[in-house]
């Protein structure tokens, strides 16, 4: 019985991943009457072969399922018979066949029928076929390949789109960089676009956090090997803390990213667009673009775009928003616990808690926010100061404020403009080329080098210079791994913009140095800032692009531990010579 129950449940686990390829070829491409009554007639069955396994799973479970889980599939099954009902038999009895053609409730169902089918499979993570790093890698190129095949579909775009142009822009969005080789607004239809903000919201939290936490939730549980290496991608320090980790990554994402909407869609002027929905998907997109520190937007000139680029609330809003998700969850959280601490403090009336000081934000923390503090105040002045009568000209000083404090944050990975980018001075260029590098916080959708890394290096110089042979801050000592770490991401991500700069110069030998690097190192940090050659770039370059914006999320780093074999720690020490440097 067992058996037979795990092929049925094998069996309807394919036929409704099925029925999300063909809702994706029906949404995909324009189907004519016969070939959208097949379809759907397809739907139905996947409909029905879900109800049958999820009937017979019951029948046959010995254990009680959770709560949780129990009242999704009651859900799921009663939204499902309801459809089979309104379109089989109310439908018939009144010739609704126009409604069962196109009606999204069918296509709903058939989603939450693949949801249960998928919950009910057990992922199991082996550390002898992929490390964790070699798994982290290849989701992100199925992720890729597979977007590419989406927005190469009909109805994703008006006039269709090359492949080389579909697979640069789908590698922009799911490694959440924004450099673009066609207008989003105007090449890409509602449904390209669609597929372009899914990308970006699996890039930036990664389709394993998504599969990972997913099956955690419907299972109760998960192996120790999935749960090693999903500690080794999340950074948690105790297997304990894995799940409860991404559960809260999801969380703040989903949460921050609601309440951004929120105050997108109120900050819009609605005479600005055709519908009521046209506002809310406007908000929807920049939120979940501007948290992921994505810089896609809808706006052929993004938020330089007349009506939008003196909307200081809308740009205020997305200021926070993207600098949040920038700081990366592991420190979001932290100053979640710090905040609640604090308040505790305030409503206690004990004196020993009140003189009780634990260490509640910790180390990295507060490295990661006095240094982003730091750079972004650093960015605010330059930027104010050679700004000021150049590209904020036409704002008022509350404008030039607001406008300053964007040029300075945006760079950091969020990549939206409110200036034009090609008119920057020079000296603005090279401090946006500088905080591009740095990126955002470790953890974080952002890209760049890291915060903690320049931190790092900066603080070994100076201890260097003053003799000291360690590096002591917040009277806690930096492990000297995190040191070596350090300065191998800065030199690997020089090479790799090196070697980007000078192949896109000898293919695009016309575009200036600076542009060739602006672009480079904006693709590297993940930043989608741009002096506007992106789209006249040849195939090759764009390739280059393409490779450069992978290993800039993916991290060189990453990408050497996938590919060279782990030494085995030894008990030996050979002597100690000290290397002649200066």
Not at 363 to 376: D, G, P, V
Request: charged content about 15%; aromatic content about 14%; proline content about 2%.
């Amino acid at each position: 019985m067992n058996f037979n129950l795990k092929r049925l449940d094998h069996l309807a686990f394919w036929i409704s991943l099925s029925g999300i390829v063909v809702f994706i070829a029906d949404f995909g491409y324009t189907q004519s009457d016969l070939s959208q009554s097949i379809i759907n007639g397809y739907y139905f069955v996947v409909l029905g072969i879900g109800l049958t396994s999820t009937f017979f799973r019951y029948i046959g479970k010995k254990k009680p399922k959770k709560t949780k889980v129990l009242v999704f599939d009651i859900l799921s099954v009663l939204i499902t018979i309801t459809v089979l009902y309104l379109h089989l038999i109310n439908g018939a009895n009144h010739k609704l066949h126009p409604v069962l053609f196109n009606d999204n409730l069918i296509k709903s169902a058939v989603i939450l029928t693949f949801i249960r089918e998928f919950s009910e499979l057990r992922l199991i993570y082996k550390r002898t076929i992929l490390n964790p790093a070699q798994l982290f890698i290849i989701s992100f190129l199925v992720i890729i390949l597979l977007g590419t095949v989406l927005l190469m579909l009909p109805r994703a775009t008006y006039d269709g789109i090359s492949f080389i142009d579909a697979f640069f822009t789908s590698t922009s969005a799911v490694c959440v960089t924004g450099l673009i080789v066609v207008d989003t607004g105007s090449y890409f239809t509602e449904f390209g676009q669609i597929i372009i903000i899914c990308l970006i919201q699996i890039g930036g939290l990664g389709i394993l956090t998504f599969a990972s936490y997913f099956s955690y939730f419907f299972k109760g549980g998960a192996t120790y090997e999935n749960q090693l290496a999903l500690g080794d991608m999340s950074n948690s320090k105790k297997l304990s803390e894995v799940f409860s980790t991404l559960k809260y990554v999801l969380i703040i994402t989903f949460g921050i990213e609601m309440m951004s909407a929120t105050m997108i869609y109120f900050s819009l002027d609605a005479s600005t667009f055709e519908s009521q929905y046209d506002q809310i998907f406007f908000a929807v997109f920049h939120s979940i673009s501007a948290f992921c520190n994505a810089g896609f937007s809808t706006l052929s000139n993004g938020i330089y775009d007349v009506g939008f680029k003196f909307n200081y609330f809308l740009q205020i809003v997305l200021i926070f928003t993207f600098v949040f998700g920038g700081l990366g969850f592991p420190i979001v959280v932290n100053i979640l616990n710090y905040l609640k601490y604090r308040l505790s403090q305030v409503f206690t009336f004990s004196s020993r808690l009140k003189n009780y000081k634990p260490w509640v934000l910790n180390l990295n923390s507060r490295i990661n926010l006095i240094t982003t503090i730091s750079l972004t105040a650093f960015g605010f002045v330059i930027f104010f100061i050679l700004e000021y009568n150049n590209t904020m000209a036409e704002h008022g000083f509350f404008g030039k404020i607001v406008t300053a404090l964007f040029g300075a944050t945006t760079p950091r990975t969020a990549g939206f403009n409110t200036v034009d980018m090609a008119a920057l001075s020079f000296p603005t260029l090279v401090i946006t080329l500088l905080l591009m590098w740095i990126g955002a916080s470790p953890s974080s959708t952002g890209g760049g080098i890291k915060t903690s890394t320049f931190a790092i290096a900066t603080l070994n110089i100076l201890s260097i210079a003053r003799g000291k042979t360690k590096i002591e801050v917040f009277r806690r000592e930096i492990a000297d791994i995190s040191v070596r770490r350090s300065y191998a991401i800065i030199s690997l991500s020089l090479l790799v913009i090196g070697v980007g700069v000078m192949v896109i110069s000898i293919f695009d030998n016309d575009k200036s140095l600076m542009q060739i690097a602006f672009e480079c190192f904006s693709a590297y940090s993940t930043v989608g800032l741009s002096l506007g050659i992106t789209g006249d770039l040849s195939s090759m370059s764009k390739i280059m692009l393409i490779i450069i914006m992978f290993v800039g999320r993916v991290s060189m780093l990453s990408i050497m531990i996938a590919i060279l074999d782990k030494v085995k720690h030894k008990s030996y020490r050979y002597p100690t010579e000290e290397i002649t440097i200066n």
